[in-house]
């Protein structure tokens, strides 16, 4: 490739000189990053922005369902301005549309489409992505533009599943007068450049197209790059390694089947963890006293990434064969509306969502039976807060604020019944995601809890304000962020077979605050460029960056995110995953 010749094309021929001199050639152009041009001399921010669009469109064209086979050269560089973010990219279709519209008037086929195009744009709406563009019969959606949000690729997916099932719930009601609309979806995460336009370039909206036409009608098809983000979070079937038309490496994809109703860590390899004894003492002394009877509660608090789910993970490593059950709940940021949805959750993991109606309802009769509590009195009351339907008969005939009122009572009855009957270590992730009705009930277990072997493990923001007062059996662990040696062990232990000098020690440090979650970040991109020094130039120290807001914008949505060092000049991806 002629680089002179390109940058001819893109009117930037003026930095021929400097591309020359810091010997920048065909193999490093896809990796050059805002930084680099701002250190070969490339002093304004239009001329980067053109430069890098103009990158990203030699690895792949304008994105579109139509135009996905690959270009070699861009044809024209955007002369507008454009920002490179890490984003989820979803294509939905409809099966067979052509064979479909022919069967039907064309008045009649356009109201059918438009209804199923109204669904699917409000399940993606709904869920903080962006419609892009409606193709004929089929939608462009991005999750992450205009605005970053913290789990861009979790909400492509359940929405995704949203506009599945609201196409099964369109086929219903249209009760066989229509025929039957069935889509295919296929999502794929990676970094673009979005022009203030609208125009996506990057491989991402390509290979999404790809992926949407290789699932199979009714399906929604994730790549890897989002199964990594998700995993954990939904039932994912392993489709095995697919060659993509126009793509060079296979790519692994994988058939979401459904939300697990999991929590967010999925497989993972742990960092070995620095640090933390004290905290891990003060857990095990309460878990003793809990354990004696005096029921304990614990919120431990700190800022995104710091590690309070590390440590509540640690702490359940040490519990061991002592008799004892764990209860993991957890709040999600998208159902913040959603009365006692994290209880709701662990109902259905306990219960098991596909175990036959009769089966649920037995094991959870025999649960109550086995902690001394009355199942016909307490199982009407809490099968419908776990999932399990109970027979119509057998529902309680209450006015609805004195039945939430008793079956908020009856939760309480069952965890004290339940940690009576054998010790109860209760963690209770994330509450400042919780919806009001949970935070009642949290308040009732952190008040009466001190009369049970429960010790009751809360993880939060520092922006949540308990709604409960402090008594003599509640604590507080406030996690700071890791000192200079720890985050040099850290390094170590991520960098094992690698000697990182200490300057690269010392600068990571520096520019992740010691909060580990961006140690593990920083040090693994260094690592992937080969740990020298000069890597961490692209990397900025931590700081607000502006696509990484909220939607809102708000300032409290803006500190509830995960606030990363400044890493998208050197890897977009791994923004998303912050
Ligand atoms: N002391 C530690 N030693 C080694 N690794 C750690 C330590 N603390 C946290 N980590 C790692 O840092 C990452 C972030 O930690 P974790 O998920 O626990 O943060 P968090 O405070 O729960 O964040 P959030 O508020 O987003 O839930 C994890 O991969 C975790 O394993
Ligand atoms: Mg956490």
Redesign the pocket.
């Known amino acids: 490739m002629d680089l002179g010749a390109w940058l001819k094309q893109t009117g930037l021929e003026r930095y021929e000189a400097a591309f020359r001199d810091n010997r920048i050639d065909e193999a490093v152009l896809p990796h050059l990053t805002a930084e680099d041009l701002k250190e070969i001399g490339v002093a304004t921010v239009g001329d980067r922005r053109k430069l890098l669009a103009a990158i990203a469109a030699l690895a792949s064209p304008t994105a579109s369902a139509e135009s996905a086979a690959p270009r070699p050269f861009a044809k024209s560089v955007p002369e507008i301005s454009a920002e490179r973010r890490p984003i989820t990219v979803m294509f939905c279709d409809l099966v067979g549309s052509t064979a479909l519209a022919s069967r039907l008037d064309a008045e009649d086929w356009r109201s059918l489409v438009n209804a199923y195009l109204d669904e699917a744009s409000a399940a993606v709406t709904g869920l903080g992505g962006h419609v892009l563009k409606k193709l004929g019969d089929g939608l462009m959606a991005l999750f992450g533009y205009p605005h970053a949000q913290e789990n861009d690729a979790e909400r492509a997916v359940r929405a995704a599943l949203a506009i599945q099932r609201a196409l099964s719930e369109l086929n219903d009601r249209n009760g066989g007068k229509a025929p039957e609309l069935v889509a295919r979806i296929g999502l794929e995460s990676g970094p673009v450049v979005v022009e203030a336009t609208g125009e996506v370039f990057g491989d991402a909206p390509n290979i999404a197209a790809r992926v949407q036409g290789l699932a199979e009608p009714g399906a929604v098809v994730v790549t890897a790059n989002v199964q990594r983000q998700t995993a954990g979070l939904f039932v994912a079937e392993d489709r095995g390694a697919c060659q993509l038309k126009g793509v060079q490496a296979p790519v692994t994809l994988y058939r979401i089947v459904r939300a697990s109703g999991g929590r967010r860590s999925g497989a993972r390899t ?7 004894e004290e905290e891990l003492g003060q857990l095990r002394g309460r878990w003793k006293r809990a354990r004696n009877g005096a029921g304990q509660f614990t919120l431990i608090v ?1 800022e ?8 509540v993970e640690e702490f359940r490593a040490t519990l061991g064969e002592t008799p004892h059950t764990f209860v993991e709940l957890s709040s999600s940021q998208l159902l913040q509306n959603t009365p006692l949805h994290p209880i709701a959750e662990w109902g259905r993991q306990r219960f098991g969502a596909d175990e036959p109606v009769d089966r649920r309802l037995a094991d959870l009769e025999n649960t109550l039976q086995l902690i001394g509590l009355d199942p016909d009195e307490y199982a009407p009351l809490l099968a419908p807060l776990v999932g399990v339907p109970v027979p119509e008969e057998r529902a309680p005939k209450l006015a609805p604020e004195e039945s939430r009122r008793r079956q908020l009572a009856a939760l309480v009855t069952w965890f004290l019944a339940g940690a009576r009957s054998q010790p109860v270590a209760l963690a209770f992730e ?1 509450l400042h995601w919780a919806d009001p009705t949970t935070l009642d009930l949290m308040q009732a277990l952190a008040e009466r809890g001190a009369q049970a072997p429960l010790l009751i493990l809360g ?1 939060a ?1 520092p922006e949540f304000r308990p709604p409960w007062s402090l008594r003599s059996h509640h604590s507080v662990i406030s996690l700071s962020p ?1 000192d200079r040696a720890d985050v040099a062990q ?1 390094v170590g232990g991520l960098a094992a077979r690698h000697a990182l000098s200490q300057e690269v020690v010392e600068g990571v440090s520096q520019r992740t605050g010691g909060v ?2 961006f140690v ?1 970040e920083v040090t693994r991109l260094l690592l992937e460029r080969g740990g020298e020094a000069g890597g961490l130039q692209a990397i900025r120290p931590r700081c607000n960056n502006r696509s990484r807001r909220g939607s809102t914008g708000s300032a409290k949505r803006a500190r509830s995110h ?1 606030s990363a060092p400044c890493l998208d000049a050197i890897s977009p991806m791994r923004c998303s995953r912050l």
């Open positions: 742990l960092t070995p963890l620095v640090g933390r700190g995104p990434g710091i590690g309070k789910s590390r440590l994330d993880t923001r890791l850290m580990p979650l593990e995960r």
